[in-house]
């Protein structure tokens, strides 16, 4: 059932609510009435469960069924024509949908905290369009304007530039001189996560973004310690997400299942943001985003383009993985048999056994509110 038949349901045949879309963990009704203003201003009201009240609010199981059945998000823009390159309306509608979509709670300290998820996951979604870079993992370099390197600290920002205008910079060749930085897609992802939460904090936490700007101007946060700081982890192996759920602004990763490919630097997995309207991030052709079943492709296919170079390295070759991505989206028997396989769940680190590509968690910005943050500075 999609939208047409959802469209002509009365009232009085709107189903419960699924187990778990948003709670808001304040009794105040003035904080629910914000939330539902919101809901209003989207016009998703009519998508909510009749007895989605308080501090509880879902899709109806009707709603459920007619747009994220299986809680595959994926298609949520297709559904209901929307447009979300043109409209922030459209995309902030996608993103609160597929919020109420959550197969398990998601829980706020307070609407002010949800509003500000929902415009992180925006702007790390604009922020993410934008982004065009040169892949490396042995090298790196950034705006000599806005940047400077050392061993022991990261790339950090020279002191009284403002950390939005060098993220911005090193990730968004067009508001600069058009020159595209080297990154590897891990760093890639911290950045963009990081100008979406520092565009935010701009406007809802600006002693936190300060706070941040000391921070970078004094040494990166980074790898594991940027997920720890910055960063929530929802699902897990015992408890992993709907393959087809995501929602725009989540950081995403896509494992390579294939033992030999993944020693390849670089090629050991996939992050990317997803952009919602079934797109994911391609921060290397950025007006080429990836489908779910051309990453699926991609990834599969590394394993027949990986080489030993002159100086024993396992290195890729990317025009034989596209060439071979080509053959098998021409064959509709080989393309459902390479798709059906890599979208299984991955296995676990160390195991390349029966798994696919697809992760079982996402990840998205920690609160960020003056008295409810999440994000806590070393230090």
Same mark, same amino acid.
């Given at each position: 059932m999609k939208l047409a038949a959802y469209q002509e349901l009365t009232p009085h045949t709107i189903?419960?609510?699924?187990?778990?879309?948003?709670?808001?963990?304040?009794?105040d009704p003035a904080q629910h009435r914000l939330v539902l203003d919101k809901f209003d201003e989207l016009g998703l009201r009519p998508y909510l469960a009749s007895c989605s009240h308080g501090r509880r609010f879902a899709l109806?199981?009707?709603?459920?069924?007619?747009?994220?059945?299986?809680?595959?998000?994926?298609?949520l823009c297709r559904d209901l024509g929307l447009d979300t390159a043109a409209n922030m309306a459209h995309l902030e509608r996608e993103i609160v949908l597929a919020l109420l979509a959550a197969p398990r709670p998601l829980h706020f300290a307070s609407a002010a905290e949800f509003l500000a998820a929902v415009a992180i996951r925006?702007?790390?979604?604009?922020?993410?369009?934008?982004?065009?870079?040169?892949?490396?993992?042995?090298e790196a370099d950034r705006p000599a304007s806005h940047w400077t390197y050392d061993e022991d600290h990261g790339f950090t920002v020279l002191p009284g530039q403002p950390l939005i205008e060098a993220l911005t910079l090193a990730t968004q060749p067009a508001a600069g001189d058009g020159r595209m930085y080297a990154f590897s897609c891990y760093r890639a992802t911290e950045y963009v996560m990081l100008l979406g939460i520092a565009h935010e904090l701009e406007r809802s936490n600006p002693a936190l973004l300060a706070a941040l700007q000391r921070q970078w101007e004094t040494s990166a946060i980074q790898s594991g310690a940027f997920h720890d700081v910055f960063l929530v982890e929802?699902?897990?192996?015992?408890?992993?997400?709907?393959?087809?759920? &995501? +929602?725009? $602004?989540?950081?995403?990763?896509?494992? !390579?299942?294939?033992?030999?490919?993944?020693?390849?630097?670089?090629?050991?997995g996939s992050w990317v943001i997803y952009l919602g309207n079934g797109l994911f991030s391609n921060f290397w052709q950025r007006d080429r985003p990836y489908s779910l079943i051309a990453k699926c492709l991609e990834i599969y296919h590394w394993?027949?383009?990986? &080489? +030993?170079? $002159?100086?024993?390295?396992?290195?890729? !070759?990317?025009?034989?993985?596209a060439a071979r991505v080509a053959e098998t989206a021409a064959d509709p028997a080989a393309l459902a048999a390479v798709v059906a396989r890599m979208s299984r769940l991955r296995d676990t680190r160390g195991v390349y056994a029966d798994g696919g590509c697809i992760d079982v968690s996402r990840e998205y910005a920690r609160p960020v509110c003056p008295g409810t943050a999440g994000i806590v500075l070393p230090g």
């Open positions: 189903a419960p609510p699924q187990s778990g879309g948003l709670d808001i963990l304040t009794d109806s199981a009707d709603a459920a069924h007619a747009l994220v059945d299986d809680g595959d998000t994926l298609n925006r702007n790390v979604v604009v922020a993410a369009r934008a982004t065009q870079l040169a892949f490396g993992t042995a929802y699902g897990s192996f015992d408890a992993p997400l709907p393959p087809r759920w &995501y +929602v725009p $602004g989540d950081r995403v990763w896509f494992r !390579n299942p294939d033992a030999l490919s993944s020693d390849a630097s670089g090629y050991e394993r027949h383009g990986t &080489y +030993v170079d $002159g100086a024993g390295d396992l290195r890729m !070759n990317e025009a034989i993985v």
